[in-house]
Structures are given as C-alpha cells and as structure tokens.
C-alpha cells in the first residue's frame, strides 16, 4: 500500500498516542481499582470495629446494653449498609437489624449486591457475618455480630468517585488525542511540505529547467541537506548545460571561418574567377591545416577535460623530459633567434609522463609563439616538500590585464589579430589546466603586457 509520507506520520502519531493514552488509563485504572478495593476492605473492618467499640463504649457508661441505644448505633449503621446484632451474654439477642427492620435489611443487602454486579458483572458476593466479643474487666459480657454484603461492597459515593476518575482518565486521553492530532498534522506538514517541493523541484530539473531552486527554510537538518544537495545538482546541470551550449556554439564559430574561405576561394577557382594556382592552392591548403589542428585541439581537450581521464602515474626526473622537449623546439627557437635557458634542480614528478609533456609542448609553443624575434626564454625547475614547479617565462608580448583572467577558457585568444597570424586556436591552455587539475595541481599566469609573460604549473611529488 502506497501512502505519502505525510499520511505515514500522521498515522503513527495518532497510533502512539492511542496506545499511550489507552496502556495509561488501563495501568492507571487497574492500579486505582486495587488500591481503592484495599482501601474499602480495610474501611470495612476499620467501620466494624467502629461500631463494636462504641457500643462496648456505651455497655460501660450505662452499666449494661439499652436496647434503644443499641437501636441508633444500629440505625445509624444500616445507613453505611452494615448488620448489626447485638447479644448479651447469655446470648441472648438485646437488638437485631434484621428483626427491627427486615425489609431494610434485605434492602440494603440487594443494592449493594447491585452496586457490585453493576461494577462487575460476574462478582461472586454473598452475605458474611462477623461476630466480635464484648468485654468488660476481662469478662465476656455479650457479642456483637456484624453482617454486610462481601467480601467487600462499594457504597454509592465510592461508585461515583470510581466513575469521576474513569472520567477524567477518558477526558485527559480524549484532549490529548486531540492536541496530538493538531500537533501531528503540523509536524508532518513541516517534514513533508519540504520533501514535496524537493520532488517538484527534481521534477523540474529532469525535465531540463536546470534554473529551479529550492528556497524554502527548514529546521531539519536531513531536509537542509537534500535541499542544499538538489540545488547543488541543479547548480552544476545548469553549468554544464552552458558549458556544452557555449562549447557548441564556439567550434561553429571557429569552423565557420576557415570553411568560408575555402569556400568562396574554391568557387572563384571553379567560376574560373580565379585560377588555381600554387599561392592560391597553398592558401586553401594552410586553412584546411587550420582546420585539422583544430580539431586534433578538440579531440586532445575531449581526452583531458573527461571526467574519466585516466592518468598513468609514475614517478620519473622532470627535467630530463623538459631537456628533451627544449631540444625538439630548438630548430624553431634558432629560426625565430629566440634563446632558451633552462636551469633548477632536477625533482622527480609522481605524474602521468605523457600528458605532462603536452603540457610542457604547449608552454613552451605558446611562448615561441608569442615571442618576438631576438628574446628569451627562461625555464626554471624547482622542489618545494611535496610538489614541483616548473615556470615557462618569457619577455615577448604579454598578455593584458582584461584577458589575463580567461586565458584558460577554451577558444579564448587574447588578440584575434594577432593568433590569426600565429594560428591557434585557443585550446592549448584549456589542454594545460585540464591536465594540472586532474594530477590535482595548478596552475597560473603571470603577465605584463610588453613585458612578458610567466606560466607556473605546481605538480605534487609524491603519490597522495
Ligand atoms: P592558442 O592556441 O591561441 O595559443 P592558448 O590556449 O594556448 O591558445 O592560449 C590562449 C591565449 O593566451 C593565446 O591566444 C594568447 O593570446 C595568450 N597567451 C598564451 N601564452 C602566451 C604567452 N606566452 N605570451 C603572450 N600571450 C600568451
């Protein structure tokens, strides 16, 4: 059976305090009724003796029974639904309740039995008779016998205060039901109010409105914590989604350029405008270049920004793989008279070998690239506790102010003029970043612009 949750926690509140209320007023009731049921047995036998001591009190002040006196204690005790019968010492009968007033008696005796059966319906009852002795400077001097309805009898005013507490105990629980069922409705309110605009929201947001967020305030720290996760879900879907639209919307702007001029330079060739000659086919040649090293850009960046980059950890010396690099660019840097140093110790890097010197290839192009004929380039290598730096500085263009802090981001190219001559495309950082964050180093710029440019990449040393 499908019930919400707001059901489920009304219903076990209103079932715990039937239970409570209902085990309470029967522990109480149980208790009540023994203790009461002692209590009138030991008014009985405190009533009996009462009784016999008065009327032993009265033999003594009036020198012997008169029946008159006894006739009043007698009266007096019929009324409480006691029968007395007094007797000399003879044993002879002075008074007796049953021979004054037989109809009284039997009366008496017949509501009393009703009281009980009225109270308990299979109570086994039945006229007991007690004699106690009457003594005078310790000679027996008569008897009185003391009868009622037993082994013991609730009174009119006893049943009413029985049924006062029942009473109450039925009052107390019915108000507390009440108050639990207001209490209860109001608890479940505040649990399951949250938890449905929680659904809502998860509702929202997988039918793709990733701007859904969850406002409302709760106490509940369970609820603060599903709220606070699905608006971080949302918060990264949403990211995402612009990451992608914005990834999309940026390769259609890069392709579109070299693909137009190929376009219109192939239709001047094929309308005979233009004749295909080698400058004109070199030209077409070099975007179509342009277009492959795009797309190897994207493909490289795919493979690194993957969330399941999978890095083959070693540990080896940074800066032979430096050297060997330097050494692969070095026609480049002698063709553009650019000089490289290199110098600092020689740290071991615990990274992955291959994606690391992606990283040291594109560093070291970019500064090739962005430095004018007749600069320098310095690479420095240094060790801290646990990581490794390595810094690529050069004193060619640098990098202004404005785009320095998006540098990183795909596509992005600090001088559109300037990269259509050197030709990037604006992935090569994004590829250097990636790769630091996934060995869970960093990485930054520092630039001036005119002045050159620094890039420092922090590996750690060791295995974590
Ligand atoms: P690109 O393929 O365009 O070089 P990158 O992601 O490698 O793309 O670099 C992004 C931008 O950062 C470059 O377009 C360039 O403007 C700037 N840049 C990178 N390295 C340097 C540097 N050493 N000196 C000056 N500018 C740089």
């Known amino acids: 059976m499908k019930l919400s949750l707001r059901s489920k926690l009304s219903l076990s509140y209103i079932l715990i305090i039937i239970l ?16 009461f049921r002692e209590y009138v047995i030991a008014q009985q036998v405190q009533e009996n003796q009462r009784i016999v001591d008065l009327i032993a009190q009265h033999y003594q002040e009036d020198g012997g029974f008169r029946p008159e006196v006894m006739e009043s204690i007698g009266l007096d005790a019929l009324k409480q639904g006691v029968i007395v019968r007094v007797r000399d010492s003879t044993s002879l009968i002075v008074w007796d309740a049953m021979t004054h007033d037989h109809a009284a008696c039997v009366e008496v005796l017949a509501h009393m039995q009703q009281n009980m059966n009225s109270r308990y319906p299979n109570f086994q009852g039945a006229y007991v008779e007690n004699t106690y002795p009457i003594e005078q400077n310790q000679q027996l001097v008569g008897a009185v016998d003391i009868g009622y309805y037993g082994p013991f009898y609730f009174t009119d005013s006893d049943l009413k205060f029985i049924s006062t507490v029942n009473i109450t105990l039925l009052a107390v629980g019915a108000c507390s039901l009440v108050l639990a069922l207001i209490l209860g409705a109001e608890m479940a309110k505040r649990i399951s109010n949250p938890v449905s605009r929680v659904i809502l929201a998860a509702q929202q947001i997988s039918r793709g409105d990733f701007r859904e967020r969850i406002t409302e305030k709760s ?14 879900l949302a918060e990264t879907l949403q990211q995402q989604e612009s990451l992608r639209r914005r990834l999309t919307a940026d390769v259609a702007h890069e ?7 190929l376009q219109s ?21 070099e975007e179509i270049l342009r277009l492959n090293r795009l797309v190897g850009d994207l493909e490289r960046l795919a493979r690194f920004e993957g969330e399941n980059l999978v890095l083959d950890k070693t540990s080896w010396q940074l800066r032979q793989l430096v050297e060997r690099i330097t050494q692969n660019f070095a026609a480049e840097a002698k063709q553009k008279d650019i000089q490289i140093n290199l110098t600092g110790a020689d740290p071991a890097v615990f990274a992955d070998q291959d994606k690391i010197s992606q990283v040291v290839v594109n560093l070291l192009s970019n ?9 320098m380039i310095e690479l420095a290598l240094a060790e801290a506790d646990d990581t490794v730096e390595f810094s690529v500085r050069d004193n060619g263009d640098g990098i202004s102010p404005e785009d320095l802090p998006h540098i990183f981001e795909r596509f992005y190219r600090a001088d559109q003029s300037r990269n259509r001559l050197t030709g990037g495309s604006g992935i090569g950082l994004a590829i250097v970043k990636a790769i630091a964050e996934a060995h869970q180093g960093t990485i930054v710029a520092r630039s001036r612009q005119g002045a050159g440019s620094e890039f420092i990449i922090t590996l750690p040393k ?3």
């Open 367 to 375: 500064a090739l690239k962005y430095t004018p004929a007749g600069g």
């Open 255 to 261: 392709l579109r350029t070299p693909l137009a001029t």
């Open 219 to 232: 106490t509940t720290s369970e609820i603060i914590q599903l709220t606070g996760t699905v608006n971080d």
């Open 462 to 464: 060791h295995a974590n």
């Open 265 to 285: 330079h192939l239709e001047a060739m094929i309308d005979g405008v233009w004749q295909p000659d080698t400058a004109r086919l070199t030209g077409c040649h």
């Open 20 to 35: 409570i209320v209902s085990s309470a007023s029967f522990f109480t009731n149980f208790l009540l009724e023994k203790q």
